[in-house]
């Protein structure tokens, strides 16, 4: 059974730069979540797809962040013009719906250090 | 808004010891879910446990056992004879209208040292 995946691992990237993530989450789940984990906190909610429509966003997600979910498969994180304030680790989930809509898997994450 | 506290930034304990971690929450809405995820050194956080706000049994897996108690807005998690592999943070999160329904709202963890 696979588990969610997240590539890269770990980003190093120059403040300004443009950094994109990619998540493959449970083949048979549908709905797919991304989150933000700072040192010392728990994860912070983004956004969420079921399928490939994006149902909700975070007030967090700011204009530099876009996820896709194209083919209701993998999603892509992207971050624009990045900021030292974006350093992080970013965490991608994914669910069934019906009962077990609440259960969610998560991936390895992908560290981001922005310079 | 909803809130979840773990009062408990850092708990150490011997090998064989039990112990407990703390959850208070709380929610304007009657109907929510809660959550304990363990997160190891490796990153990756690892769902233990869903309890809906309709199901006040408690409930043991293993080693494993969780206290849900909606008088006092609690659902705190207990190991029983720890071991170094539960060494590790763990959330409590939880779900409900408030949060979208879909996402979860964690608390900011504990981390467990179990000492050998």
């Known amino acids: 059974d696979t588990g969610v995946s997240q590539d890269p691992r770990h980003k190093i990237t120059k403040r300004g730069q443009n950094v994109t993530f990619r998540c493959d989450p449970i083949s048979e789940h549908n709905r797919l979540y991304w989150y933000r984990q700072t040192l010392g906190q728990g994860p912070e909610f983004l956004t969420y797809f079921q399928n490939e429509a994006q149902l909700e966003k975070s007030r967090l997600l700011s204009d530099r962040f876009s996820a896709e979910r194209p083919k209701g498969s993998f999603s892509t994180l992207e971050i624009q013009r990045t900021e030292q304030g974006d350093s992080a680790m970013y965490l991608c989930?994914?669910?069934?719906?019906?009962?077990?809509?609440?259960?969610?898997?998560f991936g390895p994450g992908t560290r981001l250090t922005v310079t | 808004a909803q809130k979840v506290t773990q009062a408990q930034t850092e708990i150490s304990v011997v090998e064989k010891e039990d112990v407990t971690l703390d959850c208070v929450y709380e929610?304007?809405?009657?109907?929510?879910?809660l959550f304990w995820y363990k997160q190891p050194p490796s990153g990756e956080l690892v769902f233990l446990i869903r309890r809906n706000s309709f199901d006040e049994q408690n409930e043991i897996s293993g080693r494993y056992s969780w206290n849900f108690q909606k008088s006092t807005s609690s659902f705190n998690f207990t190991i029983t004879a720890s071991q170094v592999v539960d060494s590790a943070v763990y959330f409590c999160?939880?779900?409900?209208?408030?949060?979208?329904?879909?996402?979860?709202?964690f608390g900011t963890g504990t981390r467990l040292t179990v000492i050998p």
């Open positions: 929610t304007r809405d009657t109907t929510y879910y």
């Open positions: 999160a939880l779900s409900d209208e408030q949060t979208g329904a879909n996402n979860l709202f």
């Open positions: 989930a994914s669910s069934l719906t019906g009962t077990k809509t609440y259960e969610q898997y």
